[in-house]
């Protein structure tokens, strides 16, 4: 935060801090710092991560899903972006049908 304070328009630091607040489970903090990290650097992959991963926690699978849609543009060699689109896809459809199909998402 100290960091953030000092440089403002660094999207890394707000990246760092989305992680930050997961860590501490923090999830709706991690959104907010994640879309500000967004706002600064659209290109930045890790703050899509970050946001998706704040959101799975929240069990928004929607949301996360296109902020994995949209990360996944600057990362086109990253697995983990389509790994991800796939289990939220999983729980988008456990959420319509009432199953329990969101393993791997605690």
Not at 77 to 82: L, T
Not at 94 to 102: A, Y
């Amino acid at each position: 935060s100290e960091a953030i304070r000092l440089d403002p328009n660094d999207a890394n630091l707000f990246a760092d801090r989305a992680q930050a607040h997961i860590k501490l489970n923090a999830f709706t903090e991690a959104v907010s710092d994640a879309n500000k990290s967004i706002q600064l650097n659209p290109s930045l992959p890790k703050a899509y991560l970050r946001k998706a991963t704040a959101c799975i926690k929240l069990q928004e699978y929607h949301t996360a899903k296109v902020a994995l849609q949209n990360g996944a543009a600057f990362a086109q060699d990253d697995s983990r972006f389509a790994n991800l689109i796939q289990q939220c896809d999983r729980c988008i459809a456990g959420q319509l049908t009432k199953t329990s199909s969101c393993l791997g998402f605690k």
